[in-house]
C-alpha cells in the first residue's frame, strides 16, 4: 500500500508508551507502519510478550527493566525519535483507541506551517461517543488544566499529539506516572510556539475502558501534578 505520508526529510515519528499490551500492540503498530509512518514503542515494564510483538509488527523497541509510568516512557520515546532526526513527533496510545489515519489530521497544520503543536480533541466533533462517565471526567480535567496552564481547550487529556522537532524538543517530562498529562500541557503552553486542537475519534472498546483512566485515579494524578509544581 502507498503511504499516505507526505515526503518530510527525517520523518515522522510516532510514540507509543506500552505496559502489558500484548493483546493489541501489533494491529496498533502495524496500522500505523502501513500508513508509512515510523514508530517506536518504549515497553515500561512490560511482564508479557509486548515487546516482542511490537517488533514483529514493524516497531523499534525501546525497553524500561521496570515499570516506570507512562510519562516516563513518553520521555524515552521522545528522546529516541528526536535522536534519529525526527521532524514531526507524534504521541499515540497503545490500547487501540485512537485512528492511525487521525495522525494525518495532526500533522497537516504542523506540515503547512499553521501549528507547532497540535491537539487531538475527542469533544470538538465527536463527543456524542464519548460515556457520560468519561465526559465528566474530562471536564474537569479542563478545568484543572485552565486554571494551572492558563490553556483554553476542549480536550486536556488526550494521548494523541502532533509536536514539530522544536516543540518536541522543549518537552522534558519529569512526572513518570499519568500526571505527566497536565505536565505536558503546561510545557507546550510555556514554549509559546502556536498550538491548535484537531477533532479526532476515539474507539471505546471493553479492553480501552479498561486499560483507562479512572475518577478514583484523579485525586492522585492531581496530587503528583500539584507536589511537583510545589517542590520547584
Known sequence: M????????????????????????????????????????????????????????????VRHV???????????????ALSHDAQIVVTFDADGQHYPE????????I?????DIALGSRLLEHSASVPLARRILLRGAVIFTGVMSGARLTDAHNGLRAMSRRAAARVDLQLDRMAHASEIIDQLVLTGLPLIEVPVNVRYTPYSIEKGQRAGNAARIVWDYLLSKWSR
Open 111 to 115: 506540515l503547512d506551517g499553521t501549528a
Open 102 to 109: 487521525d495522525v494525518t489530521r495532526l500533522v497537516r497544520p
Open 66 to 80: 521496570i515499570n516506570r509510568g507512562q510519562g516516563a516512557a513518553l520521555q524515552s520515546g521522545l528522546r529516541y
Open 2 to 61: 502507498a503511504s499516505s505520508v507526505p515526503d518530510l526529510h527525517g520523518g515522522i515519528w510516532v510514540v507509543i508508551a506500552a505496559y502489558n499490551e500484548a493483546a493489541v500492540i501489533a494491529d496498533v503498530v502495524r496500522a500505523l507502519v502501513v500508513g508509512g509512518y515510523h514508530v517506536v514503542v518504549v515497553d515500561d515494564g512490560s511482564r508479557d510478550d509486548t515487546a516482542t510483538r511490537a517488533h514483529r509488527a514493524g516497531a523499534v523497541v
